[in-house]
């Protein structure tokens, strides 16, 4: 109401000065042409006039009367509005040009109505799909950095100026940084100057342009050396553009470890493999030249020939009984045996390498009953290679006393091999019966592949269900030992 | 013509042994060793004419043996040959370097062995001859 009030107010005062200044108007136009008659101009022409008068009085009405329909029409349009709004409507007071245009004006606002109801609409489900992809984003980096967390390996991002995004616990330990409050924080100044070749490694593989990079970094701590496979790969944006680099460094130490044992158990495998075949090859040629000038020292040739061949079959079998253990590939073949008589067997194998070394060998009276079920070949081996150990490992004058012990309580039979030898230092006989080792300070002493003890131990353990044990003092001697289940007893429990 | 000392160094028995006899043979004095420690106390006092000693021995390697036997004035003149079951244990410039007259592998034959023996204990003499 007070907006159709305003419009007729203005309609009104628009009306008046609209009258009024076409009234004005025709009254000067009355006037001058009052003058111009009394002035000659027209004389005599009353009739004119008089007929001017009339037209001037007729113009004013006919204005008044045109202004007062327009503002009736507009105070129509203005109670239209109003009524619309209250919702009736009387189309039939307006003219149909004034309906034509108020259709239209409706139609406008009823379309930007509906197109605000829509896009409001619109607006409502944009909001709600993009809450849910916040959501989804949230769930998903808080998984991305439960997985980078979990991970082993230091996992570090950073953004195209090196500043830190993420790290795991493991790169916080690693690299000596609080990897929780260091985000955004630039790394070289979380990172301690000890671990500059990382440093310089994530920048100067920046400059290979996106392309990843590895390289071998080794860190030292408590005089440990690490080693670290470490690999830096680049996060590049929509236009390819590097705009970060994730590093991840994987510890290799054992690997390293690892690798260099298989390297030197190449090295000294073929250092033990041809050292016999040296003495046979070197042997038989002297032979064939008739060097061995009597029947004696032919004979003395031909033994160490038929004794190098053995200890190169040894060898052989050493490196492959252990991969046919390890693989599952070995056949067993266990039986009835007396571990007596494999004893006295490989005494006698054995005796013609520690006579070289003058070394004595000290057996004990075979026990009777000590029978246990097991394959001949492979526990004679195991027999050997600690004889052979013992003796390898023994100054020339020494002694290897080898001794059983049955343990009825426990229905076991225990061998125990002791040597006068050099001993082995108490950090290093955890690893003695370890794939390829190689006791450090005993190197010198003598050649090795680092096999043999680990052969006795997957023997003993793995195929007899057994267990080796050694006891040892550096400069005194050391004591190998298996115990096996006795077979006696197996046999009246499985019955 | 004066009967010839070598030196052998193996901590293999049967190496020590064959060669001995193809040595003795063939007109030769041997003298023996287990380890380069035992070979450098003999060469010292026995002052061989040549050496032929095994490169990886306990207690002291033939590397070792030959570094200290340069360094003493006495024995850095003998000639020594390398015995070794690792092809690329010795490289040229550790041959050059510390005088190695020759390098055999094992498994060597000990008639090639004698034939390399009497080749540098000649071309020794012809130095000597010249000087």
């Given at each position: 109401m007070k907006y159709s009030g305003n419009i007729f107010i203005a309609v009104a005062i628009f009306v008046i000065c609209a009258a009024l200044f076409c009234g004005s108007a025709q009254a000067e136009d009355y006037n001058a042409l009052e003058s111009r008659v009394s002035a000659?101009?027209?004389?005599?022409s009353n009739i004119i006039v008089t007929a001017l008068y009339i037209a001037g009085a007729l113009g004013v009405i006919l204005t008044g009367l045109h202004m007062l329909r327009l503002a009736g029409a507009i105070t129509s349009i203005a109670r239209l509005l109003d009524n619309e709004k209250d919702?009736?409507?009387?189309?039939?007071?307006?003219?149909m040009l004034s309906v034509k245009k108020i259709n239209e004006l409706r139609r406008d606002i009823n379309e930007r109505l509906a197109g605000r109801d829509s896009l409001v609409a619109r607006y409502d489900k944009q909001i709600e799909e993009l809450k849910i992809q916040l959501q989804i984003s949230q769930k998903r980096e808080t998984n991305i950095e439960e997985i980078i967390y979990s991970i082993r390996d230091a996992v570090i991002v950073v953004d195209e100026?090196?500043?830190?995004?993420m790290a795991n616990g493991s790169a916080g330990r690693l690299l000596s940084f609080d990897y929780k409050n260091s985000?955004?924080?630039p790394v070289r100044e979380l990172i301690?100057?000890?671990?500059s070749e990382f440093l310089n490694f994530l920048s100067n593989a920046r400059k290979s342009r996106g392309q990843a990079a590895r390289k071998e970094i080794k860190f030292v701590d408590d005089d440990r050396p690490k080693i670290f496979d470490c690999i830096v790969s680049y996060i590049h944006d929509n236009n390819q553009q590097v705009c970060g680099a994730v590093a991840v460094l994987h510890d290799i130490t054992r690997e390293k470890e690892i690798s260099n044992m298989k390297n030197d158990f190449i090295s000294h495998v073929s250092h033990e493999l041809k050292t016999p075949l040296a003495s046979i090859t070197a042997y038989s040629e002297m032979l064939a030249d008739d060097e061995a000038h009597d029947e004696e020292t032919r004979k003395e040739f031909y033994a160490v020939i038929q004794n190098q061949a053995q200890r190169l079959n040894r060898l052989i079998e050493d490196i492959l009984n252990t991969s046919r253990i390890e693989s599952g590939l070995i056949k067993i073949n266990k039986e009835y045996v007396s571990l007596a008589i494999l004893i006295e067997e490989q005494l006698k194998m054995i005796k013609g390498y520690a006579d070289e070394k003058s070394i004595e060998i000290i057996g004990q009276r075979?026990?009777?009953?000590?029978q246990v079920y097991v394959d001949r070949d492979m526990m004679s081996q195991v027999i050997v290679n600690l004889l052979s150990n013992a003796v390898k490992y023994t100054r020339p004058g020494g002694s290897v006393k080898i001794k059983t012990e049955i343990d009825d309580a426990e229905s076991m039979i225990r061998v125990l091999i002791t040597d006068t030898g050099v001993g082995i230092p108490e950090d290093e006989i955890e690893h003695v019966?370890?794939?390829?080792?190689?006791v450090e300070t005993n190197k010198k002493q003598a050649q090795g592949t680092g096999l043999g003890l680990n052969l006795v131990k997957q023997i003993v353990e793995?195929?007899?269900n057994g267990r080796v044990f050694v006891k040892s003092r550096v400069g005194t001697g050391s004591t190998f030992g298996f115990e096996l289940p006795l077979a006696v007893k197996n046999t009246a429990a499985t019955a | 013509m004066d009967q010839k000392k070598v030196l052998i160094v193996d901590d293999e028995i049967h190496i020590v042994h064959v060669v001995a006899i193809k040595l003795r043979n063939n007109g030769y004095e041997v003298i023996s060793a287990n380890n380069g420690a035992e070979a450098y106390e003999l060469a010292c006092s026995m002052m061989p004419d040549i050496i032929v000693t095994d490169f990886q021995m306990p207690v002291m390697t033939g590397m070792e043996l030959v570094e200290k036997l340069r360094e003493n004035e006495q024995t850095k003149a003998i000639p020594v040959i390398m015995l070794t079951?690792?092809?690329?244990?010795?490289s040229k410039e550790q041959q050059e370097q510390l005088r190695i007259s020759d390098c055999l592998s094992k498994p060597f034959s000990p008639r090639e062995l004698l034939v390399n023996i009497e080749d540098i204990l000649y071309q020794n003499e012809l130095v000597a001859e010249t000087k």
């Open positions: 000659g101009i027209l004389n005599g919702g009736s409507a009387d189309n039939c007071e307006l003219s100026f090196d500043k830190l995004l985000r955004f924080k301690s100057a000890d671990r075979p026990i009777v009953f000590d019966f370890d794939k390829y080792y190689r793995k195929v007899h | 079951a690792r092809s690329f244990a010795i």
